[in-house]
């Protein structure tokens, strides 16, 4: 599988960036946009907090650093800002992790994974193949309904093996510093853990926009208000692009179905 833009091509010599995966690995992505960034020259300020945006012809954006002036700004946050929490006691604990990243951090020790759907499916694969022992504890009698097609099998085969402890119909109790209790439908049971990911999902952060001044709908999924043709927000200049724009529903919304966000929102600044 290829996957590359022209700048890529330029940049290594009209090579394609190839991946002999049948879906690109999350380093692999990354060292694709890594390339594309390189060599489209992106000015990107890294580990800067937006904290307000004030709105005028030029808006400014003043962030933890410095305030940038924009006529246009395009606000993609995603839906990772806010992690739902275990609300249970141990959960402030520095061994519970709410963002997994690199597997082998958690090799040859005792991991527990909350959540049943990609990010817990991928983190409780990845450490045990880097040598964890991992328990999986889910609340509903399956794994999620959205675990990517070509990663469920391998899930299941590792459970049905017992490779992988997963608690079904179960929730964690409490979490201490050695140890875990779990409610299960056969009653309170305790096993020795060193590390909990809790991947319980994520949401976006809609005070962010509404603080901007975005109007959200007033129904439980507060989706924010664009122009569907252009992605301009009720604020001139300012437009919405990615899942955020699903607000609390944010399985609408995915890579391949928002591709088109940017084009829109492009083609209507380039026409002003």
Known sequence: MAFFSTSERLEIGNVPFVSNNA??????????????????GLAIHYFEEVLKVEQGNIHAVVTSKQV?????IIIATGFYGIPYLLNVKGEELPK?????KDPHFYAFQKVLVVGANNSAVDAALETWRKGAEVTMVIRNETIGRRVKYWVKPDMENRIKENSIQAYFSSSVVEIREQEVD???PNGLITIENDWVIA???YQPDLSFLSKIGIELSADGIRKPYYDPDTHETNIKGIYLAGVICGGMDTHSLFIENSREHAGKIVGHIIVQ
Do not use: M, N
């Open 199 to 201: 991947a319980t999902g």
């Open 96 to 100: 519970v992790t709410h963002y997994y």
């Open 182 to 184: 779990i409610q299960t």
């Open 68 to 72: 940038y002036h924009a006529r246009h």
């Open 23 to 40: 879906k690109p690995t999350r380093s692999e992505a990354l060292e694709y946009y890594r390339r594309v960034a390189a060599s489209a």
